[in-house]
């Protein structure tokens, strides 16, 4: 039996066969009013700030002499007045200029369809703060929810879910150009409190630590916001501490005890005294046997390598220095050059490399592997650990003396315990950039909130691991009870 077929035909309205062009424009136009602004009402809960600035000083000149060029949309509301969907910054202007009306288009629209042109006119803006595309995208996003109809309760993500189309964060980002993701993070900044997105919008915090901020309760935002606050009065970004540590190990040889190593880690082109003399000084006073640098010497967001040669080239006269790549670097351009003139002032690259280093007469192994951002962008698939353990076992071959390896990621310890790694010097986490009280880091790159692996001393085994605090910033330019760490590491044969 044939399947029946319903077809659904939309016929075009009588009066709309016999009109003109011509007629269309003047409908659109019968729509387009002057209306008194105290009859405009303000887009409830309007993500977009209107700014007293130099462009709003522009408008207003511009309107006073032209008059608005661009109406404003507007729709009416259910009690006669009108709301503003588009062109605040216009009325505004207007009220200013000293107007009493605001040109205006007159759209009929439901709640839903005003939030979705709301927030696709306000993102043409040239200039958007990321509280503003936070609370755009969750306005929208659940507006675009509510026309799909109600998920069922067992969606985990309701919020980004469409019935008829799967997941809305995936379309809204392909709207807007965002990767779900994206979008995701973004939304969760609506959960900040005021202050701290506010430090978000003035580049104070950067945008990735503000999405895993957001994950804190309101009262721990708000004693994490006190200790920002009460940082200028602490011990912050300049005040250099050395940390010294002792290792002790039957494997450790005789030759070896009382050897003593210097660890520099996430330099960031940071500068401590002109030229870096206080650094330079304290690395001295230490009398090191070797210098260590553990990764991001310099900073992939603002490179400076003068800097960082500058600095090498100081090092390698207090002791021979041995360096190894980090996440910055990966991200670098000029990487390729940075190594090359690094090596032409004597510092030893180890790029997955491992050799001998000898000390009266005896010898201990020495390993440095790159970031593994140098050869996976990122860690979706989990890949990153197994990369790190085949290398590390070629690398260790059946050598049975004791290694040492520097490596830029803590969170890899793991890996480093089953590959039988004796010490590893590590750094990237920024001591958890924010030291609170009996809890430790509060966030760190590649471990989120709370890291396990953050500063000082951890043991698993017989594998050792010291993860230095580091001296600069990146994306966080604050610390707080975290003052920028030297690590001075003492071996004691046993």
């Known amino acids: 039996m044939a399947r029946s077929r319903e077809t659904k035909i939309e016929l075009t309205a009588y009066d709309d066969l016999f009109q003109t062009d011509e007629s269309r424009e003047e409908a659109k136009l019968s729509k387009i009013r002057d209306i008194p602004i105290s009859e405009i009402d303000e887009f409830p809960d ?42 605040h910054r216009r009325k505004k202007a207007c009220e200013l200029a000293g107007l009493e009306t605001l040109k205006c288009e007159v759209k009929e629209l439901t709640r839903d369809e005003a939030i979705i042109v709301m927030v696709e006119s306000n993102l043409q803006r040239s200039v958007i703060l990321p509280s503003e595309k936070a609370f755009a995208y969750k306005m929208r996003l659940e507006a675009m929810k509510r026309q799909a109809g109600r998920p069922p309760k067992e969606n985990a993500s309701p919020l980004a879910t469409n019935l008829s189309k799967g997941r809305s964060d995936k379309e809204l980002g392909e709207l807007v150009g965002e990767s779900k993701d994206q979008i995701r993070r973004y939304i969760r900044l609506t959960e900040l409190v005021p202050e701290i997105l506010q430090m978000v919008d003035e580049r104070q915090i ?4 503000a999405v895993e901020i957001s994950y804190l309760t309101e009262e721990q935002q708000y004693t994490l916001l006190e200790a920002m606050e009460y940082n ?70 603002h490179t400076d390598i003068d800097v960082a040669l500058d600095f090498a080239k100081e090092a390698v006269q207090i002791a021979d220095t041995y360096y190894v790549t980090g996440n910055h670097e990966a991200s670098l ?16 690259v180890l790029e997955d490399k491992a050799m001998q280093l000898e000390y009266n007469g005896d010898d201990i192994t020495l390993i440095g592997l790159s970031d593994p951002s140098f050869t996976l962008k990122g860690d979706m698939f989990g890949e990153v650990p197994a990369m790190v353990d085949t290398k590390l076992r070629g690398l260790i071959g059946d050598k049975d003396n004791y290694t040492i390896l ?39 790159p590649n471990q ?33 009870n975290n003052r920028p760490e030297i690590v001075l590491l003492e071996l004691i044969a046993e």
């Open 46 to 87: 309007h993500p977009f700030k209107v700014l007293m600035d130099e462009d709003m000083e522009q408008l207003v000149e511009s309107i006073k002499r032209n008059g608005v060029m661009t109406p404003a949309t507007v729709r009416l509301k259910e009690d006669g007045r009108y709301e503003l969907i588009s062109g």
């Open 206 to 209: 950067a945008f990735r630590p």
């Open 232 to 301: 200028d009065a602490m011990w912050s970004n300049t005040a250099l501490m050395l940390s010294t540590v002792t290792v002790s190990s039957n494997r450790i040889p005789a030759a070896f005890n009382g050897f003593r190593i210097a660890q520099i880690s996430d330099l960031h082109n940071a500068v401590f005294g002109e030229d870096n003399a206080e650094l330079l000084q304290i690395l001295s006073e230490c009398e090191p046997n070797i210098i260590v640098i553990t990764g991001d010497l310099v900073d992939a967001e």
């Open 333 to 348: 351009s000029q990487y390729d050059e940075l190594k090359a003139e690094l090596e032409n002032t004597g510092v030893v």
């Open 406 to 444: 520097l490596s830029h990621r803590p969170e890899l310890f793991e890996a480093y315990v089953n590959c039988g790694v004796d010490l590893v010097l590590s750094g990237h986490a920024h001591g958890g950039q924010f030291r609170l009280p009996f809890i430790g880091g509060l966030v760190a």
């Open 448 to 480: 989120g909130l709370f890291p396990k692996y953050d500063a000082g001393l951890y043991t698993k085994g017989d594998t050792n691991m010291i993860v230095c605090r580091g001296l600069g910033n990146s994306i966080i330019p604050i610390r707080f």
